[in-house]
């Protein structure tokens, strides 16, 4: 096996920079795409020395599956998979990377429990993304806090679908090995019985009881233990769980059947986020979740759910089985992620901004590009925080700033300002400010989707939601695609809410078909866009 080391190259067109990430079967790289001028993450699979010719065989199978099931996922909350490849008798994965993200298994231990309501965040997320993954035909069968990423945007994402199995495909593990770890295994996985999405509802909820208790719900010490526990015994009750009590009860059921379904388990997380769950109730489970999903399945779906009550806490005492011979596969957590937030659009050009008591939803794209733009009054440019190579950061003369990437024209329509990219004048972020601001962003977003859905050919929705975003009091995001002037494209928009006094609206868009490619630029305005004081 030939020694790989920074600045080796892969395929005769990958860089390999550095490690980010490690785990039990292999190490992703963060590296650079020389053939399409890129950063990207790679995942390089490393056999343990004790696995055969035999086993390397069906794991090699396994890996690749993996990339090609992921690969079929094209979702803001799961990460997007460019390629696949083999060097050294190895496959090699390329992802997209976006940075920084870490894992909420990270941010437990960094940070501590997360508050009921940060959580149920983190949950709607997930289940956005496993809603998309079930409609798909695939199962991800590894939910938990080290595969859940958490970006500085709010954005979260599920990633390492390495045990990941399609619906309808024959599975490739040894007859009598159990892959995953125990406390997020569920339990009719555990007994060795038929598997469906509702078996990731399960991992979300021990990855949930994990988020706010700050511990693993079913940890004996040892792997056997844990799956018996997780078979025949119930959890500690939570201590600091709060309105999301109901919630991890119901995906923690012992029966598939009667365990909470995903637009359920969405519905109450929402209310939880909005403040207005309440904790109790009564109501049955749904075991499929997604059994009816199109395939398309968004946030969209999630946000739209209505009329179904909490879930009953039922009893779920369950005699226990026989358990299978376990091998514990370490997942690779990777800092490499798909993600897209909410978009919204800009107000018509007409629309005088000093007399809205908001910012303004537009009604129409901004124009790609007008003749010459004035240029935006600023203070002069200088180096971006650390970690934004190639950005510059912009200072307007309002009083906020942002890293603008070298090259990208910045001009200014009024108050609005586009930052462009020079190649395509489709991909771009609209900065709408606002002195005037509305008390809360998601109840804004949501009347003005309602009144603004028409004006947008071939409307979809995504996502309308809140956000936790550090530079804001309150944010909320707005994500739809439509098509405009015969492209489709699709929208991020941010309401924030920086203070009583200002309020912005940071309008990404691009052409659908860019849209994964150039995301990383939205991050970094993400995190470095810092508000007048």
């Known amino acids: 096996m030939a020694t790989i080391v920074p600045e080796s190259i892969i395929a005769g067109r990958y860089r390999l920079r550095a490690i980010i990430g490690s785990g039990g079967m292999g190490v992703v790289w963060r590296a650079h795409d020389e053939a399409l001028g890129r950063d990207v993450a790679i995942k390089e699979i490393i056999w343990p020395p004790e696995m055969g010719p035999d086993e390397r065989e069906t794991a090699r199978r396994r890996a690749i599956r993996e990339a090609q099931l992921a690969a079929r996922l094209h979702h803001p909350n799961i990460i997007a998979i460019y390629d696949i490849l083999e060097e050294d008798d190895r496959p090699w994965i390329v992802m997209q990377l976006l940075l920084p993200h870490r894992s909420l298994r990270d941010a437990i231990h960094q940070d501590g429990p997360l508050s009921p309501a940060a959580a149920a965040r983190v949950g709607l997320g997930v289940l956005a993304a496993l809603q998309a993954a079930h409609g798909a035909g695939v199962l991800h069968r590894d939910v938990k806090p080290a595969n859940i990423l958490l970006g500085p945007d709010g954005r979260v994402l599920l990633t390492d679908f390495g045990i990941a199995k399609a619906s309808d495909s024959p599975t490739l593990t040894t007859s009598g090995v159990l892959m995953g770890s125990p406390s997020y295994i569920a339990p009719e996985r555990a007994r060795g019985g038929q598997t469906g999405a509702a078996a990731d509802l399960w991992g979300l909820g021990a990855s949930l009881y994990t988020a706010v208790e700050g511990r693993v719900p079913f940890d004996r010490g040892g792997a056997l233990a844990s799956l018996t526990a997780v078979v025949a015994e119930e959890p500690d009750p939570p201590d600091h769980a709060g309105p999301l009590e109901p919630v991890i009860n119901g995906l923690l059921s012992k029966d598939p059947d009667a365990r909470l379904g995903i637009d359920q388990a969405a519905q109450l997380m929402r209310r939880i986020v909005d403040g207005t769950g309440t904790g109790t109730g009564t109501g049955t489970g749904n075991g499929t979740g997604t059994g009816n999903s199109t395939g398309t399945g968004t946030g969209a779906a999630l946000e739209t759910t209505a009329g179904i009550g909490p879930p009953r806490h039922s009893d779920y005492r369950a005699l226990l089985a026989a358990l299978a011979l376990i091998v514990l596969a370490a997942g690779v957590t990777a800092v490499a992620v798909l993600g897209a937030r909410a978009p919204r659009h800009p107000a018509p050009a007409a629309a005088p901004r000093a007399a809205t008591s908001h910012v303004t939803a537009r009604a129409s794209a901004p124009p790609p590009s007008r003749g010459t733009p004035a240029p935006t009054p600023s203070q002069p440019s200088r180096p971006s925080q650390p970690g934004t190579a190639g950005y510059h950061t912009f ?31 489709g991909i771009f972020l609209l900065i709408d400010q606002s002195d005037q601001p509305k008390p809360d962003p998601l109840a804004d977003w949501r009347q003005q989707a309602a009144n603004r859905e028409s004006s947008y050919p071939g409307y979809h929705l995504i996502l309308l939601q809140s956000v936790q975003y550090p530079q804001a009091e309150k944010a909320a995001d707005w994500e739809f695609t439509y098509v405009r002037d015969g492209v489709p494209v699709r929208v991020l928009n941010r309401n924030v809410l920086a203070n009583a006094r200002h309020a912005y609206a940071l309008y990404w868009t691009t052409p659908v078909s860019d849209w994964d490619a150039s995301y990383h630029y939205f991050q970094v305005f993400a995190a470095t866009f810092r508000p007048a004081s």
């Open 395 to 425: 200072t307007d003369s309002t009083g906020f700033s942002i890293a603008a990437p070298s090259g990208w024209p910045i001009s200014h329509d009024g108050h609005d300002v586009y930052i462009r990219d020079p190649s395509n004048s």
